[in-house]
Structures are given as structure tokens and as C-alpha cells.
């Protein structure tokens, strides 16, 4: 079965237990993204957006609800399941980049062929052009602690795009990063969409969320706006909403 | 084929990641390997020595005596403390020597051994205490041994109770020092005060448990009997043919209870010794000692594999966050677990041959500086490396099934 939507929450709730007190963190999130979609989640920390992020790279299952990629439902699956899932069709970047510290840029961006089992050359030629799609061609050798931050950033990018993900789940990818080198990789994400990527943009800043075409805005774990970037981000920065 | 080919590609990572890891915490990687480089150094060194020793012993057991009874009053190797039981029997002597002679039909050689410890001398050089043994003329062939120069003491010499005297060749070289055997040969030697020409010198038989085997003379027995005395405790040596030592056994029985009366029903009073008792003994001995090199090695391998699991519970800290992107990018828990267990057992084997090429070494300097043999059988290595690579296995589970349970949400917010 196909669908067009690729992913599709429906009454997603994400409970918590601290100590004895129970935490709702997701309560009741329901959207989809269509494919090629470019979606920023917007919100203020505790907002849930971090929840929000983590079950949709499956690495959290929700407490109730559907959540289903590729109209494959995520719910139930076995761990391993879980981790092939993430393995074909998830592309993490991190804030913090999350760069193996002893693995050069081109091991790094193999890792998740060598979890997929693809043949070390193919492994090798693959990494080698998603180094080169994003600038890197003569960084290939140079381990994370030899790269500007800039530079780690786009490592990342490539590991990320390497196995050829159905969606590209960006955390706060310029949180870590100057203004310039920040609008560098702003403007990356930007060529992948325009070449047909699904990217999910996780930010906690409404201006990068007012240039994606489409913002989701959370708030206490419910979605409190969903539609045009400016629009949502905007809104997030009147004094009028924040009352 | 594809699931293979993961199983490949994660072990060539894990592997990658290991040495990498171990290159990079060297005085770390150093001290880990310490407890089981010291196990496996340990039991290395004690088997081979062990090993060697057992392999020379054998070798010797079965260059004399093998095949040969030794009658006597007195049990040998006997360590239930029963002494008193053997002290009051008759003593062995030419009633039984005669009646062995005559009536054996399957002893090959048969030659009393009558032992004393005497003075020698030779010109100024002296020695305080050889043993003397007063012997027969097939005593060669019924103990085994052989001369160098000259000749062994024959049928002629008994009977003419002549003073013809065979050197072992430690005497030799303390009475007659760089002298060449043949010179030594009709020279003459003062034994327990009595003068004696040499007629032979035996060849060098070392030592045989600790014993040395060449600090003897060899004498006719009958001119012993008339220089010490004719009551001293002798025993008897027989040789038989290969692989019938237990017929001869049955023969030697009959004929002793004969010549000593013993009455039907009654127990023997004699025994008939094999040098199988000694090895028997002696493989007691070195089982024991095995057993204490067994022990040793698994108390410090287990110490070893402590300081493994410790240094692997840090490891397994120290890359939380590793462990939580491996998991974001597709790593299952099964990879995690196999890199970290991966990572123990290369830390553990590592150790495991550093240790097998140092007790190696000890061996073989042993073996080089001491009179104590040492072989190593290529088991023991495997068994050296099997060991400690199962070590790091065991005791890298523990933190390798902790590193494969976390959260990867947890692990990838951990700072």
C-alpha cells in the first residue's frame, strides 16, 4: 500500500513517569508530511518538540496513538525492527553533531551502510560522492577533531543523506554553529528540499522556521498552530500569543 | 547473503573500532592486559617445564629397566609409612639369586645389586662418598647402561673374585679430572681403603629424579662379599623379554616362595619392583603440580577478567553517546553488544599471547640455565590463547549487554 503521505501521526500521547508524578509530553499530535514536504517544528523548550523529534526517528515508541512511515505502523515493532527502520529511512543531524571521535568524515558517513551491509566498495564510492554533494571532497581523510564546526556539520549532513532516507530529521542543526556558517547549512537543507527531500526541521528559532514553507508550533505537547512557515513562526513572537 | 554480509561488515567495524580504541588508551590497553599476560605467562612456563620434564623422564625410564623386575625386601616408593611390615622379613640374598638363575626360563639377564657408600681415591684426588655396588656380570643387560672405554666386569672377575672396579663417570672425572677415558682405563683406584683397577668407565646417565645416576663403582659382587661382608642386603635385578613382565612376574612369584618356604596361603614375603613405580609416582607428583598451575592460572585469570570487565564498564561510560548515534543510524542491539564483547576478547587475547610468548621464553631461558627440560606442545598455546580469549568473552558480557540496553534517547543526550 501506498500513500501519499509518508509520515502520519494520529493522536500521538507520550507519557512520562518522574518520580511519582506522570508527564505528558506529547498529548494528543496529529499531522502528516506529505513527501518532499520541508516541515519545521517550532516551540519553546518543554514544548515537546524533543519527543515530538525522537518518535518520529523512532527512537521512542508514542504511549498511544499511530504513528506510521510509509504507511508502515512503527507501533509493536521489535527493537531491531526499530533500528533497520531507522537504518533505511531516517537521516539524523544533530545540534551537537554527533560525529564518532575516532572515525575519519568518510568512516562516519559509511556507518550506516555498514549497518545495511552494503559491500565495502560500494560502501566506499557512496560515502565518498554524498562527501563531495556536500562540499567535502578534501576533508574525506580528516577526523572530527581536524574540522571547523561548519565542516562537521556537513559530515553529519552527508551520513545523514549517505543511505538515501525517505526523511531528513534535522535537531536544531545550526544551533551549534556562528550566524554565517549557521545560514551555510540553512542554505544546504534548502538545495536538498528543492531537490526533492522530505526534511523535518526541528528549531526553537522562528526566524529559520518563518523560511521553511510549512511550521508546526507545539506548545505543552499539543500542536497550538500548523500552516505556513511565516505565518506559524510569526505568531510565535507576537506578544499576543505568548499571553 | 545480505545478512551476511551486515554480520561481516559490523564484525570489520567492530574490529576497526577495537584496535583503534586500544591504540588510543595504550597505557590503559597495557594495564588491563597485565593480570592476563601474568596468568598466561604463569601456566606457560610451569607446563612447559612440567611437559619437558615428563617427556625426559619418560625417555629415561625407558632407556633402562624398562622391561626388568627388581626383587627385594622393601616396597619401593612405598609411602603408606608400613616400613616396619617389610623391615622384619628375611633378607634377600644368594639362596634367591641361585634359585632365579636356575629355574627362571624367561629372565634374559639377572644380576645382584649390592649397595654401599665408601671412600675412593685416586692418587690426591679423593671422594668421601660413592656408592659402591657389588653387581654380576649381566648386570648391563638386566638394568641397562653402558661402558665408554675399556670393558664391564665378566663372568671371570666374579669367580676369580678379582678387584676390578667400573667407574661411573662422575667418579671419573673427580678422581682422574681431564683425563681421556681410555687413559683412565687400568689405572689404578683405593675403594673403601682397598686397592682396585679400573677395567671400565660407563657412560654418562645423569640424573634421574634428582638422583645421580654416575657417582657409582661398579664391583664383582662375589669380591664384595669377601671385602664387606656376606649379609649385606642385596637386590636382585631381572630382565625379561619385551611386554612379558607380568609372566615374568607369575614365575619370579613361584620360584621366591620356593626358595623362601613361604607356606601356602601366606602372603609374599618379598617384593618384585618395576621403575613403572616410579614413574607412577612421579606422574602423581607432576599431576599435582599441574593441578596447582591450573589453579594459579584460573585465579589470576579471573582476577585479569575483572580488570577487564572494570575497564569495559568505563569504556562502555565514556561512549554513551557513541552507542546512542550507532543505535540512531541503524546499529541493532546485537551490533553493540558484539563490538564491546568484540573489543574484550582482542584486549584479553592480546594479553593471552603476550603471555604464551613470555612464558616461552621463561621456558626456554629455564630449560637453557638449569638441568630442567622444557617443550611446549602447541596445545598448551592454543589452549593459553583459547583461555584468556574466553575470558575477555565472559567477563565482557556484563558491560557489553549494558552498552546494547541503553536508551538511545538517553544515550544520545548523555554529556
Known amino acids: 500500500m501506498t500513500s501519499p503521505e509518508l509520515l502520519s501521526l494520529q493522536a500521538i500521547t507520550r507519557h512520562y513517569q518522574v518520580g511519582s508524578e506522570g508527564v505528558r509530553a506529547l498529548d494528543g499530535v496529529s499531522f502528516e508530511v506529505r513527501r518532499g514536504e520541508w516541515v519545521a517544528v517550532v516551540g519553546q523548550s518543554g514544548s515537546g518538540k524533543s519527543t515530538l523529534m525522537n518518535i518520529l526517528g523512532c527512537l521512542d515508541t508514542p504511549t498511544s496513538g499511530t504513528y506510521a512511515i510509509r504507511g508502515q505502523d512503527v507501533r509493536g515493532l521489535a527493537d531491531d525492527a526499530l533500528a533497520d527502520l531507522r537504518n533505511r529511512e531516517i537521516g539524523f543531524v544533530f545540534q551537537t553533531f554527533q560525529l564518532l571521535p575516532r572515525s575519519t568524515a568518510l568512516a562516519n558517513v559509511e556507518l550506516p551502510l555498514v549497518y545495511r551491509g552494503v559491500p565495502r566498495r560500494e560502501r566506499r564510492e557512496r560515502a565518498e560522492s554524498a562527501l563531495r554533494s556536500v562540499g567535502l571532497e578534501d576533508r574525506m581523510h580528516h577526523r572530527p577533531n581536524e574540522l571547523s564546526g561548519g565542516q562537521r556539520q556537513r559530515v553529519a549532513m552527508a551520513r545523514a543523506l549517505v543511505g538515501e532516507p525517505s526523511l531528513l530529521l534535522a535537531d536544531e542543526p545550526t544551533g551549534n554553529l556562528d550566524s554565517a556558517t549557521g545560514e551555510e547549512i540553512f542554505r544546504l537543507l534548502e538545495g536538498?528540499?528543492?531537490?526533492?527531500h522530505t526534511i523535518v526541521l526541528v528549531t526553537h528559532e522562528p526566524r529559520l522556521a518563518a523560511r521553511c514553507p510549512r511550521a508546526i508550533r507545539l506548545m505543552d505537547g499539543r500542536i497550538v498552530a500548523d500552516g505556513a512557515g511565516r505565518e506559524v513562526a510569526l505568531l510565535g513572537v507576537t506578544p499576543a500569543a505568548l499571553a | 547473503m545480505r545478512g551476511l554480509r551486515r554480520a561481516a561488515a559490523e564484525l570489520e567495524e567492530s574490529v576497526r573500532i577495537a584496535l583503534s580504541t586500544l591504540v588510543g588508551n595504550r597505557m590503559r590497553s597495557a594495564l588491563t592486559t597485565l593480570g592476563i599476560v601474568i596468568g598466561v605467562t604463569t601456566v606457560i612456563a610451569i607446563v612447559a617445564v612440567i611437559q619437558g620434564l615428563n617427556s625426559?623422564?619418560?625417555?629415561?625410564?625407558?632407556?633402562?629397566?624398562?622391561?626388568?623386575?627388581?626383587?627385594?625386601?622393601?616396597?619401593?616408593?612405598?609411602?603408606?609409612?608400613?616400613w616396619w611390615k617389610y623391615r622384619n622379613r628375611k633378607p634377600i640374598g644368594e639362596v634367591e639369586l641361585g634359585a632365579i638363575s636356575r629355574e627362571s626360563s624367561l629372565a634374559l639377564a639377572v644380576s645382584p645389586v649390592i649397595p654401599l657408600t665408601a671412600a675412593a681415591a685416586a692418587g690426591e684426588h679423593s671422594l668421601s662418598a660413592v656408592q659402591l655396588d657389588g653387581v654380576g656380570s649381566e648386570y648391563l643387560r638386566a638394568n641397562g647402561g653402558s661402558v665408554v672405554a675399556g670393558r664391564f666386569l665378566v663372568e671371570g672377575d666374579l669367580e676369580a673374585t678379582s678387584h676390578a672396579a667400573v667407574l661411573g663417570a662422575d667418579v671419573a672425572d673427580h678422581l682422574f679430572p681431564g683425563q681421556a677415558p681410555e687413559e683412565v682405563v687400568g689405572r689404578r683406584v683405593t675403594l673403601s681403603g682397598h686397592p682396585f683397577r679400573v677395567v671400565g668407565l660407563m657412560e654418562r646417565r645423569g640424573r634421574f629424579l634428582g638422583m645421580a645416576m654416575d657417582n657409582n663403582v661398579f664391583l664383582p659382587y662375589t669380591t664384595f662379599g669377601r671385602l664387606f661382608g656376606p649379609k649385606r642386603p642385596m637386590y636382585i635385578a631381572v630382565a625379561g623379554p619385551p611386554g612379558r613382565l607380568s609372566e615374568l612376574d607369575d614365575e619370579l612369584t613361584g620360584i621366591l616362595r620356593r626358595a623362601r618356604q613361604v607356606a601356602p596361603g601366606r602372603a609374599d614375603d618379598f617384593t618384585l619392583n618395576r621403575q613403572e613405580q616410579f614413574l607412577k609416582v612421579y606422574q602423581g607428583l607432576t599431576n599435582a603440580l599441574y593441578g596447582v598451575a591450573v589453579g594459579v592460572g584460573l585465579i589470576t585469570l579471573v582476577v585479569g577478567g575483572i580488570g577487564i570487565m572494570n575497564i569495559m564498564l568505563v569504556s562502555v561510560h565514556e561512549r554513551t553517546r557513541e552507542i546512542g548515534v550507532r543505535r540512531a543510524l541503524g546499529a541493532r542491539r546485537s551490533t553493540i553488544l558484539a563490538q564491546f564483547l568484540v573489543e574484550s576478547a582482542l584486549v584479553a587475547a592480546l594479553g593471552g599471547a603476550i603471555g604464551t610468548g613470555l612464558g616461552l621464553a621463561i621456558a626456554e631461558g629455564v630449560a637453557l640455565t638449569t638441568p630442567l627440560a622444557a617443550a611446549v606442545k602447541p596445545s598448551a598455546v592454543a589452549l593459553g590463547l583459547g583461555f584468556s580469549a574466553a575470558t575477555g568473552l565472559v567477563f565482557g558480557t556484563w558491560p557489553a549487554w549494558r552498552a546494547a540496553h541503553l536508551d538511545p534517547v538517553e544515550a544520545l543526550r548523555y554529556e
Not at chain 2, 62 to 78: C, D, E, I, P
Request: proline share 0%; charged share 15%.
Open chain 1, 192 to 196: 536538498l528540499h528543492a531537490r526533492g
Open chain 2, 56 to 82: 625426559s623422564f619418560e625417555t629415561q625410564i625407558q632407556s633402562f629397566g624398562a622391561h626388568t623386575l627388581y626383587v627385594s625386601r622393601w616396597k619401593w616408593m612405598n609411602l603408606s609409612g608400613d
